[in-house]
């Protein structure tokens, strides 16, 4: 089977860095994403990582290992507007084809 | 670009019904994926379509059907829903070509009585 695991929760405060952590066993592997959801709405895109490395995109980066099979995303600078749902995601291959495999999502909270 | 949209945003039936969600992609976008987001099971994948053909799918029974038309629009249809069915419906459209980057439309939420 496919699975990713992620912190249910993470709490830190305005200005601070925090990085959340993922996890995953699948086959067929193509790549590691990152998507933030606030409550009531939709997932938002982040990050796709493909090869190993850091990518950077402002405030946000995503690092991915593909020997450790292990990503993570590091949010620095934190405001109350990241306080959020965050969910790692990979493509990958199964008996079906290649899909989406999402993590349980890691909830953020940032304190003032 | 105008993003993804999906109609209608809210749906009540009764068990036993079918609904079926439409889903506008982004414009140039070729693919478009449909998922089930629901508080126990989080975020499963349900089925991409990729220039009016069903590329891949994911491991829901054969009651979850979709389509593409020619002009990429989808359409996700569900026959005899049950309770189990109430969730979130989310589709969300990428170029299908590259990456990991799609893009979510607002979703349908569904409420199966």
């Known amino acids: 089977g496919q699975s990713l695991e992620q912190p249910s929760e993470v709490t830190a405060v305005e200005g601070a860095i925090v990085q959340i952590n993922c996890t995953y066993q699948?086959?067929?592997?193509?790549?590691l994403s990152w998507y933030q959801q606030h409550d009531g709405g939709a997932p938002t895109f982040l990050s796709y990582n493909a090869l190993d490395g850091l990518e950077e995109t402002g405030r946000f980066s995503s690092f991915l290992s593909r020997s450790d099979s292990y990503g993570y995303l590091l949010l620095q600078e934190l405001q109350m507007k990241d306080s959020a749902s965050y969910f790692c995601a990979v493509r990958a291959r199964d008996n079906y084809g290649q899909n989406f495999v999402f993590g349980p999502g890691t909830r953020l909270s940032v304190l003032p | 670009k105008a993003g993804v949209t999906q109609t209608p945003r809210y749906l009540i039936k009764t068990r036993g019904q079918q609904v079926t969600l439409s889903c506008s992609p982004i414009?140039?976008?070729?693919?478009v994926s449909w998922y089930q987001q629901t508080p126990g099971q989080g975020l499963q994948f349900l089925f991409e379509y990729f220039s009016e053909t069903q590329r891949n799918k994911g491991n829901f029974p054969g009651r979850f059907s979709g389509r593409q038309f020619s002009n990429s629009r989808s359409e996700m249809n569900v026959s005899t829903l049950e309770l189990g069915d109430s969730a979130l419906y989310l589709c969300?459209?990428?170029?299908?070509?590259?990456?990991?980057?799609?893009?979510f439309g607002p979703g349908t939420r569904l409420l199966v009585l």
């Open positions: 699948t086959s067929g592997f193509y790549g």
């Open positions: 414009s140039g976008h070729r693919s």
């Open positions: 969300a459209s990428s170029s299908g070509t590259s990456g990991g980057s799609q893009y």
